[in-house]
């Protein structure tokens, strides 16, 4: 663990825009088949339990993700857009050739427990790939190009509280990192009505 926090802060907090029912087009990387990485974050679940989930959320293996790169809310994205930003999309990251990753030793962030993603510059090159493909459709990108860093989180915190008990179960691990092949990037629909990170996916675009 390289930083830590002074607090803890709860995660679940309703962002601008967002209410229960809302949903959302974003690109993610998913791990779907990857057991490395369902491995690990098993490894951080176990070790995180005795908290409660009054104090973490832990993410489920079907959930677990590296978020990427957000377009806009159902519901105020025109669909045909979003069929036009798939299809730039898929142009664009055929040219990027499937990479392996390394994710992990873990990070404590205020509001998650965080593995850090390593190389990150293919993972930059994947955003800044689809990030062009909205431009190719949109007149602005949402969101910010900077500020990025490429993460995985195991764990939110689900409260505002210190942070000592967390730290002290993660300064006692010694967990061996996980391999993943990151060959595709998918476009899915998420919300956050039950307090976890959930989606349908629209479309999943494979790298070259």
Do not use: C
């Amino acid at each position: 663990m390289t930083t830590q926090p002074e607090i803890m802060r709860n995660h679940w907090w309703w962002r601008p825009g967002w209410s229960v029912g809302r949903r959302f087009y974003t690109w993610h990387l998913t791990f779907e088949g990857q057991d490395d990485v369902h491995r690990l974050a098993a490894e951080y679940r176990s070790a995180l339990a005795s908290l409660g989930e009054d104090i973490l959320t832990p993410i489920p293996d079907r959930w677990l993700h590296l978020t990427m790169q957000g377009i806009g809310f159902v519901g105020e994205t025109k669909e045909q857009d979003v069929d036009a930003i798939v299809d730039a999309a898929h142009s664009r990251l055929s040219a990027i050739p499937a990479f392996d990753v390394q994710i992990g030793p873990e990070v404590l962030d205020p509001e998650a427990v965080l593995l850090h993603v390593h190389p990150d510059s293919p993972v930059r090159s994947v955003r800044n790939a689809i990030r062009d493909a909205i431009g190719d459709v949109l007149d602005e990108v949402p969101e910010k190009a900077e500020g990025f860093t490429p993460h995985v989180s195991v764990a939110y915190s689900a409260g505002d509280g210190p942070v000592e008990p967390i730290a002290q179960i993660l300064t006692g691990l010694d967990l061996r990192p996980a391999q993943a092949r990151i060959s595709s990037a998918e476009l899915i629909v998420i919300h956050r009505d039950n307090q976890m990170y959930e989606w349908e996916t629209f479309a999943k675009v494979s790298l070259g």
